[in-house]
């Protein structure tokens, strides 16, 4: 194969100066392949396409050498990395959605804890209540997940003056702005938290993580805002507390997803939904671009990839 093939979601001719050496095939998930999938090399997957259109061609790619996703959950593609040849590598979005799902988990809290829903449902019924609402300002928070979209997270935070981060992440280690404490730290720092929010990966140790102990080590009318994955929340649990008015959440994610109409998590008090949008914004598109771009020119010359999260058949998440 002399001239590998590279497949995008984008038309090529609107991405600029990519490397001359390769050729550039567009596919975002029609139902039929633009190309022979065995030419492939470099697969940037359809986004959000859905898990069943973003592993179709791989079973026709024998080839393929980086498989790069443009989110930052690569979870949907797992499970095809022991199919994938010895020398590929299975790439996600690395910072990319960090600043939109930091913006997102703000705008959640801020939202929530202001109830914003509930001044809505009063407009449109032209009714005027006051009342006095929990602030961000001098709460206690706690990140869940302390990656990148979790400092990002933090960035957006400090200017609001919360009283204090706690940051929480598979291990304990240091940070520029202080401890990050390990996940087995988690029932002692709970109690603490007026504000949870999860940030981390869905990987099989944290699915479920946030389950009926979590929760119930969380203190009264505390706030969960999940940016995550939903699978990382027990919906079962959440809507035990939530019904129980307990505990709020603010959820950009669910489980199951999309959410049925007639689930009752679109019903229970104290809950704000928003329909996955931490990443889809304005910014998405220039940023995904950028990373192609970077990705597509180390790979051109013969570079190591950035954003590597599994490599020949192994799990490096």
């Known amino acids: ?5 590279v497949w995008l979601p984008f038309p090529p001719a609107e991405l600029a100066s990519l490397p001359s050496s390769l ?10 392949f633009p190309a022979d999938p065995a030419r492939c090399a470099f697969y940037a997957v359809p986004y959000m396409k859905g898990a069943e259109v973003a592993v179709r061609p791989l079973a026709h790619m ?4 980086v498989v790069q996703t443009l989110t930052a959950g690569v979870e949907h593609m797992l499970p095809r990395v022991p199919d994938l040849p010895a020398d590929a590598v299975l790439c996600n979005a690395g910072d990319l959605h960090n600043t939109s799902t930091g913006e997102l988990a703000l705008a959640l ?12 449902r009063n407009a449109q019924q032209g009714r005027w209540e006051s009342a006095v609402r929990p602030s961000l300002a001098d709460r206690r928070v706690l990140i869940l997940g302390y990656g990148g979209i979790g400092g990002a997270v933090e960035d957006r935070l400090l200017p ?6 706690i940051r929480v992440a598979s291990r304990a280690r240091e940070s520029e702005r202080g401890p990050v404490h390990g996940i087995d ?10 504000i ?3 940030t981390t990966p869905l990987t099989e140790a944290t699915r479920g993580l946030v389950g009926a102990e979590f929760l119930a080590r969380m203190p009264d009318d505390a706030l969960l805002v999940n940016v995550a994955r939903g699978a990382v929340v027990d919906t079962k649990a959440l809507l035990a507390e939530l019904e129980s008015g307990r505990l709020r959440a603010a959820l950009d994610v669910t489980d199951p997803e999309p959410l049925p109409a007639e689930h009752p998590l679109w019903r229970a008090p104290g809950v704000l939904i928003t329909p996955h949008v931490g990443g889809p914004t304005s910014a998405f598109r220039p940023r995904a671009e950028r990373l192609l771009h970077a990705q597509l020119t180390r790979f051109a010359a013969g570079e190591p990839l ?10 490096t998440v």
């Open 185 to 194: 730290e988690l029932p002692g720092l709970l109690p603490l938290a007026e």
């Open 1 to 5: 194969m002399t001239t590998p093939d």
């Open 160 to 165: 609001f003056e919360v009283a204090e981060v």
């Open 196 to 198: 949870v929010f999860v």
């Open 23 to 32: 050729n550039y095939v567009h596919w975002n998930g029609e139902p039929d």
């Open 62 to 65: 024998p080839r393929v050498r």
């Open 109 to 120: 809290a801020l939202a929530a804890q202001r109830d914003i829903p509930g001044a809505v």
């Open 306 to 315: 950035r954003h590597v999260v599994a490599a020949g058949g192994a799990s």
